[in-house]
């Protein structure tokens, strides 16, 4: 949010006599410590000067500003970086200078007043807004806490459910709502927005209008009792929603503290909070996210070459399944015209129903009108020949995983598409090379594998191969930017960067079960961790014939490092192949809710006696942090090897790609970054103890072992980049 140029603030006074401050930080106006000195000797000069008798305060170019400077949180987290004593910003800066300034001040708000934009807002002694502009504290998305006054100021003004709302989903509200809730005095145009701040400013210095110093308002607070039951019912639903966090918590308990012993003592206590939760891991791991998130578009060797992205006027998929029917939706909801291509009329109309049914679900749930579902569906059309494909720009091929059938499609597509368009397929394990193998088109064939459901699921892997062009890789990251999806680019092998990375999730659940863990345990382990469900509810959901098929592409790939296991297989020629038959690892009712199923132990003694195993007693009672260790170290250890053998150009796109792929918790900063917080030498000695006990599943590979015994961080930058991109 920050930028490398200082960012400052602007002081001209009117012959009005406002002095009009502007706070200058492109491009969002983001307050980093220069801007909030500045704000401060801009406060003390207007104050100074006889000729100012009022102050309003604005954003350039029409943003008030986005709030506090992220990217200065590297530096005062790691101790590099000098900083003002706790509370000085909130307490001299903005309490003392602006609030208490012995001139009225307005804030003049467009576009963003967010964080700690809309703290300074929140301290002058009125607000204007246009109708569009967006306020809100969104720190705890941060895993901190608003530190500039927020959780003070807050509730006064909007009162405190609607302020615990605010601060705890991170959500903003539109002007016109801020108005409705108080939050703003009066909605005007962007142009009349600083004439009318001005004339304000000078209304309240004539007494007609009122002078509040937000940090002392009490009207809107309810009687102590009151508020402790709204704090306790927050209480409650933050200990339901997030039980892994402390900072939503912490933020409940310095609102308390402000209601309870009054402002000023609110924020001493907040101050104090904001530097405890800044060096907590749970912050370290959201604000490393929110930066590699932002980093994934840029590929070394790709996208600083100056190649600028071809226009897409025209797309094509292929297959209308659940992933083809997906993907179209995600196109056509971003204003791309597609052609959906079938085998028949049959299949055509269900893809067809598909696409329908998720953008009525759309309607549905109030997201979309009816007038926008005519017109998003008018781009789709339906086709059962390549006719039409030969003014495509890309071609998205979706078909079942099978070989012959790709290549046969991708040699058609080489006839009909024109010589520039993009040739992708959306596999999820086959080499690609192999896919193109009967075409002579290999710079425009690349992968574009999203996840299901795939107009929902946010990441979508961009596979290259060794000789996909460059331009190709820059047109594909522009679509999925369009498409609103967080693109991360890896390079060509079996499974790619995210299901390469967590085969071993659903194995090692297996190879525990096998040796007498609990099915439900181990499930339970890890929902607690933070995974939105355990390995066995996942390959229940997954449907065990994707789990077979995918699996032997693991065998057979890399045969020294799977765990081999007759147990889902057995289960599925009885009839059990997961949700989809309310009979897998876990039985289902209508409502598709999972309970645990007693027959189940008879399936796993059957395949423990095929494997020759017996009961370790040690696993029978695992500890949690056991079962969470024993099942993502080789998770860890895979990602290793996907990072030495360059598939991935960065660690912290394997960290996304953990967090939006598979759903691995934010809050702990993706799977290279979680490991790097316990440390390579500990994952290291964990699987060396495991790998002579249980095998080979567990050893750890080269790239573990050398860091460890550097005692360096895993996601550090490779020395040479072996990159297969």
């Known amino acids: 949010m920050g930028s490398k140029a200082k960012g400052r603030t602007v002081l001209e006074v009117g012959a009005d006599g406002v002095a ?6 492109p491009p969002v106006n983001s307050l980093s410590f220069d801007v909030l000195f500045g704000l401060k000797e801009s406060y003390e000069e207007a104050l100074r000067r006889e000729d100012v008798k009022a102050i309003v305060v604005t954003g350039a170019k029409g943003k008030f500003s986005g709030g506090f400077d992220i990217t200065a949180f590297g530096g005062l987290q ?39 934009g809309l703290e300074v807002a929140m301290a002058c002694h009125a607000r204007i807004s246009t109708p569009t502009a967006q306020l809100g504290l969104p720190e705890l998305q941060l895993g901190l806490i608003p530190g500039f006054g927020g959780t003070q100021r807050l509730p006064r003004l909007v009162g405190i459910s609607k302020a615990l709302e605010m601060m705890l989903t991170s959500k903003p509200v539109k002007g016109e709502e801020a108005h409705d809730l108080g939050l703003v005095d009066a909605i005007v145009s962007p142009d009349d927005l600083v004439s009318t701040a001005r004339l304000w400013a000078l209304d309240i210095l004539e007494r007609r209008r009122p002078w509040v110093a937000s940090l002392h308002k009490t009207d809107k607070l309810e009687p102590l009792g009151e508020a402790r039951e709204i704090l306790k019912f927050a209480r409650a639903q933050v200990r339901k929603q997030a039980p892994n966090l402390k900072h939503p918590l912490v933020c409940i308990d310095v609102v308390e503290e402000g209601i309870a012993s009054g402002g000023r003592a609110g924020l001493w206590k907040e101050a104090q909070e904001f530097q405890g939760l800044l060096r907590a891991d749970t912050c370290k791991s959201l604000v490393h996210i929110f930066f590699a998130q932002r980093g994934t578009s840029k590929v070394p060797g790709v996208t600083d070459r100056g190649l600028v992205p071809r226009r897409v006027t025209k797309v094509a998929v292929i297959g209308g399944g659940l992933m083809g029917s997906g993907i179209t939706t995600a196109l056509i909801l971003s204003n791309y015209p597609v052609i959906l291509k079938e085998v028949n009329e049959k299949f055509l109309q269900a893809g067809i129903g598909r696409v329908k049914a998720n953008l009525q679900n759309r309607v549905k749930k109030g997201k979309m009108t009816e007038e926008k579902f005519e017109k998003t569906l008018s781009l789709l059309k339906g086709a059962l020949d390549y006719e039409s494909f030969r003014d495509v720009d890309i071609v998205i091929e979706a078909v079942i995983e099978k070989v012959s059938l790709k290549q046969q499609i991708f040699a058609d597509l080489e006839k009909y598409c024109p010589q520039h368009c993009i040739l992708a397929s959306n596999t999820s394990t086959i080499d ?89 345990q181990i499930d339970r382990a890890i929902t607690k961790f933070g995974m939105p469900m355990g390995p066995f509810r996942l390959a229940d959901l997954v449907g065990f014939g994707v789990a077979i098929a995918t699996g032997m592409q693991y065998i057979e790939k890399f045969p020294e490092r799977t765990y081999k296991s007759m147990l889902i297989p057995m289960m599925q020629e009885d009839g059990r192949a997961g949700e989809t038959t309310k009979r897998g ?24 006696s095929i494997s020759g195993l017996s009961i370790d007693p040690k696993l029978v009672n695992l500890p949690e942090k056991d079962i969470v260790e024993m099942i993502f170290f080789p998770v860890v250890n895979e990602a290793c090897r996907v990072y030495a053998e360059g598939i991935a150009v960065k660690a912290a796109d394997l960290d996304i790609a953990s967090v939006m792929g598979m759903g691995f918790p934010p809050y702990r900063g993706g799977i290279m970054f979680w490991a790097d917080l316990l440390g390579s030498k500990y994952i290291y000695s964990r699987l060396e103890q495991w790998s002579n006990i249980y095998g080979e599943f567990f050893k750890p590979c080269a790239y573990l072992a050398e860091r460890a015994a550097q005692g360096a961080p895993l996601s550090s930058p490779l020395k040479q980049s072996k990159s297969r991109l």
């Open 20 to 25: 009009l401050i502007t706070i200058i930080n």
């Open 432 to 520: 690609l090379n192999l896919i193109g193998e009967k075409t002579k088109s290999h710079d425009r064939i690349i992968g574009a594998h999203f996840f299901s459901p795939a107009h929902v699921m946010p990441l979508l892997e961009i596979v290259r191969t060794n000789q996909t062009s460059p331009q190709v890789i820059v047109d594909l990251l522009e679509v999925g930017k369009k498409i609103k999806k967080t693109p991360v680019v890896v390079g060509n092998c079996t499974g790619f960067a995210v299901n390469r990375t967590f085969f071993p999730y659903a194995q090692a659940g297996l190879l525990l079960i096998e040796r007498g863990a609990d099915v439900y």
């Open 585 to 608: 690892f876990y039985v289902y009712d209508d409502k598709r809710k999972a309970n645990p199923d007693p027959e189940l132990k008879k399936y796993i003694e059957k395949s423990r």
């Open 78 to 116: 790691g101790g590099q970086k000098a900083e003002p004593k706790p509370g000085y910003i909130s307490v001299e800066v903005i309490t003392n200078t602006v609030e208490g300034a012995r001139k009225p001040s307005v804030a003049a708000i467009d576009g963003l007043a967010l964080g700690g």
